[in-house]
Structure formats: structure tokens, C-alpha cells
């Protein structure tokens, strides 16, 4: 975006990975939904396309913002004029520097994971967002102890209802041939991976894309296709080396199975998770699927920033930073600005690629000294993805997010087939999950955005037979 609104200037692109991400098949699903692939690309295509961009292939050392300068690791310095600091999020790991703790946030890590699975009979995964979900679902051949602190599953998107629907899928026998992995890899000569423990997650990988799992053939040792023990509202205690468990003279659990009555466990693990529901599983490897925390380390030092409470540089409606020229969009910002009541921030792909599509019109407004409307994109939270093969959609405060008590739920659910909730608050509605091939999606943004009086249409609102989308075409 910059190097089009700037064709005369240099444009310097600082990034660690010798891939970059790029956006593909971008489909525009309505007003507010996108829908796109992610795809890693070698920096020179980018250069190619816009010959006023240099792509510095160099981790951040320093950022000294008093004088304008940036310094790599490689030991040299860049002036900037605007800067914008993308540097993402990494994962926010139960616990750091233990071997047998995977962190997944990546493509990097994604594989890693998959070349450990390979010789995995049993593992734990510890979360309850996106990633979560999608790695229980896609596992294959290898049993899963599921810890979440939640009651139900997928707790960042849905509700218990949406949780129950989708359950059932966990323990279908699936698979259709994976498709073909679209993220192609490419290593630079010279950078043949080195064997280090598999817990590398000080190393910053780009975030993976939405359909990130796809084509990695994600299989473990065993010949069953699913088996998953969810162990609901538990944190992990502690995490035991084969050594110190031995030493602590305590037992492990089986995998459980349908008949309540459990079994203590003969085997040995290379490492057990104590969980604080008091049970202890042995397995091979733990996979912390526990969220991000914004990768501000590199650009705190000597500077002064203005962090939000979940540790991001915060930003205003200009994506403008608290330091003169700097800005920052995607995962590593926290929107300081007043919210539309519709929208809230997440890390996710899809609110990245906005802000940084629009930290990049900022940037250009205020070096041409113009004035510039926020983004219709911050209207109205709108997110499209895939769980175990539903297509999902969440529009507005899909969960209710700060609407206190003053709220009603309107649900309709056809099982293995479609779940519809919406989030209604004095005859309007404030948002919407929705689960299958609805074909909804436009019409309830619509009817958020307007913020039209629905109480005449009471329960009808939801009433399958009755075609809504012609009603408010």
C-alpha cells in the first residue's frame, strides 16, 4: 500500500524469515467478511512487483526512536522517516524452555509439531482458542488429552450450544484426501534447520494463516483415526520429567475410556502434565496452544511506549503509536481509540491485514498533511474461518462481550447441519455465530449495522421457514 501511494520513496521492509506472507484468493464475502488464504512467498516476488522496496532480511536489534534509527542484528542502522511496526505476537507458552512443551503459532511450529507426531502415540494440548480446536480435529492416530479451562470447547468463538454441535464431529470417522499443503517452504541455502530441542519458540515464525493445517499430514503412531478425552475446567499444575515422576512415586492415568472406572497407567512417558483437577496423564509431548502475547521485547528498550493492559503498544484511530512517527498495526497493537459498540479487537489474520491496510493510509494522510476517516472495516467485528469442516461465521458481539445482562439469545440448530445464534438487546441485534452454509451472513450484518427495531418479528426472526433475506432485501 505505501509503495503505491509513494512510488518515489524507499520503502524498507524489515523482516527475520527469508519468506514473507502474502494475501491470496481474497474474496470480499460482504460489506465487512473477507475471506483469503496465506501464503509464504520469497521476498524477492514483492521486490519484483514494487522496485521501490527493499526487503532487509535481519531481526531488530534496537529501536531508537528519539533518533529516528533503527538497528539489526546484523549490525547496521536505518533511518526512517515513519515507521510501522508490525512484529506480530508470539506464543504464550505454559511453560518456557522445557523440551517437551510445543508452542504453535507458526508454519515453523506447525512443523515441528508434525515431525513429532509422527512418532507420538499420546499427547496433551493445553487451550481452547482457533488453534486448539483445529489441531484436535485434524489429529489423526494418536490419543489426545484435551485440557481446557473452560466448560465447553472453543470458547474465544461460540458458546456451550455451538460447542455441543460441533462435538459430535470429534469422534466421526472423517477424511476426505487432504488437499494439497498450499504453504510451500522455502529454506535458503545454507539455513538447513539444526537440530535443537524441539521447543525453538524463542525463533519468530510469521502467524499461521487460517487454513494453516491443511496439507500437513498430521497422523501419529497409532491405527485409529480419533480419540479425544476432553478434560474440561483444569489448568496445567505442572509439567514432570520421566525422572522426577519415577522420583515423586506418584500414578498416571490411562486414556480413558467409556466405562467410567479408571485405569492407572503401566506405561512410561518421556513426560507427565499434572492437571489442577488433581489427574496426572503421561504422554510425549504437551502442545501449548495457549494464545499470544504481543512481540514487543525488541522495541522496548530506551523507548518510552504507552502499553495496553494486555502488554501491546497502544495505538490510536490513526494507528499512530505514543511515540512521534511510529505506528504499529496487527498483533502486536492494542486499539486505544473508542470502539464502534459493534467491534472489538482479536488477534486474528483478518483484523492484521486491515490494520495494516490502514496503518499504511494513515501514514500516507499524515505525511500529506490530509485529514482521513477510520476504516468501515472497525464498524462491525466480522470474521469468517473453518472448524472441523463448518464453515463459521461471527459477526458483532457474537458472545455477548460487554453487554452485562441486558441481552436475549435466539438460537435455531439443525443437528450436523447448520447452528444459528443471535444476540439480541432491546429488539436489535448485536450479533450473530453462524455455523454451516447458512447463507444468513449479509443479511444479519446488515440488520447489525442498521441496528433496525426487530421486536415485531419476535421468534419468526429465526423461523426456517420463512425466507429472512427477502424480508429485508
Not at 438487546?425 to 453462524?434: E, K, N, T, W, Y
Request: a negative charge.
Amino acid at each position: 500500500k505505501l509503495a503505491m501511494e509513494f512510488p518515489s520513496e524507499d520503502i524498507f521492509l524489515m523482516t527475520a524469515s527469508p519468506v514473507i506472507k502474502a494475501i491470496t484468493n481474497f474474496k470480499q464475502v460482504s460489506k465487512t467478511l473477507e475471506e483469503f488464504d496465506v501464503e509464504e512467498q520469497p521476498s524477492s516476488l514483492l521486490e519484483k512487483r514494487y522496485p521501490n522496496i527493499k526487503v532487509i532480511q535481519s531481526g531488530v536489534k534496537q529501536l531508537k526512536s528519539d533518533e529516528h534509527k533503527i538497528f539489526t542484528e546484523d549490525g547496521k542502522e536505518y533511518m526512517y522517516e515513519k515507521i510501522c511496526l508490525c512484529a506480530g505476537a508470539k506464543p504464550k507458552l505454559i511453560f518456557e524452555g522445557n523440551p517437551y512443551v510445543l508452542g504453535i503459532r507458526d508454519t515453523d511450529s506447525a512443523q515441528a509439531f508434525q515431525k513429532n507426531l509422527a512418532q507420538a502415540e499420546r499427547i496433551v494440548v493445553v487451550g481452547n482458542g482457533g488453534i486448539a480446536l483445529e489441531l484436535v480435529y485434524e489429529i489423526e492416530g494418536c490419543e489426545v488429552i484435551w485440557a481446557i479451562k473452560d466448560k465447553a470447547i472453543g470458547n474465544t468463538f461460540f458458546d456451550a450450544g455451538a460447542a455441543e454441535f460441533l462435538i459430535p464431529k470429534l469422534t466421526t470417522e472423517k477424511r476426505e484426501t487432504p488437499i494439497e499443503c498450499k504453504r510451500t517452504k522455502y529454506t535458503m541455502e545454507g539455513s538447513e534447520e539444526k537440530e535443537g530441542p524441539i521447543a525453538a519458540s524463542d525463533k519468530l515464525g510469521s502467524a499461521l494463516g487460517p487454513d494453516w493445517h491443511e496439507g500437513l499430514h498430521l497422523k501419529g503412531t497409532k491405527e485409529f483415526s480419533h480419540k479425544v478425552h476432553i478434560e474440561i475446567l483444569c489448568e496445567v499444575k505442572k509439567i514432570h520429567l520421566q525422572q522426577e515422576f519415577i522420583q515423586l512415586q506418584r500414578t498416571s492415568l490411562t486414556f480413558p475410556k467409556e466405562e467410567k472406572h479408571v485405569e492407572l497407567d503401566e506405561v512410561l512417558w518421556p513426560v507427565y502434565v499434572e492437571l489442577t483437577n488433581g489427574k496426572i496423564y503421561g504422554c510425549d509431548f504437551i502442545v501449548s496452544a495457549t494464545g499470544v502475547v504481543p512481540n514487543v521485547k525488541p522495541f522496548l528498550d530506551g523507548n518510552n511506549f504507552a502499553v495496553g493492559e494486555d502488554g501491546g503498544l497502544k495505538v490510536d484511530k490513526h494507528m499512530r503509536t505514543s511515540l512521534p512517527d511510529i505506528y504499529a498495526a496487527g498483533d502486536i497493537c492494542t486499539a486505544s481509540w473508542e470502539p464502534s459498540p459493534l467491534w472489538h479487537q482479536m488477534r486474528l489474520w483478518t483484523q492484521a491485514r486491515q490494520m495494516g491496510w490502514y496503518a499504511a493510509k494513515c501514514m500516507a494522510a499524515d505525511t500529506l498533511g490530509e485529514s482521513i476517516d477510520m476504516d468501515f472495516s472497525f464498524e462491525l467485528f466480522a470474521h469468517v474461518t473453518k472448524f472441523f469442516n463448518y464453515k463459521v461465521v461471527v459477526l458483532g458481539k457474537y458472545n455477548a462481550q460487554g453487554l452485562g445482562l441486558d441481552h436475549e439469545l435466539m438460537l435455531r440448530c439443525t443437528k450436523g447441519q447448520e447452528y444459528v445464534k443471535v444476540v439480541m438487546q432491546s429488539g436489535r441485534m448485536m450479533g450473530a455465530v453462524l455455523i454451516g452454509e447458512t447463507d444468513l451472513e449479509e443479511t444479519f450484518e446488515n440488520l447489525i449495522l442498521n441496528q433496525m427495531d426487530l421486536s415485531a418479528y419476535g421468534e419468526d426472526l429465526l423461523n426456517p421457514d420463512i425466507d429472512i433475506e427477502d424480508y429485508f432485501d
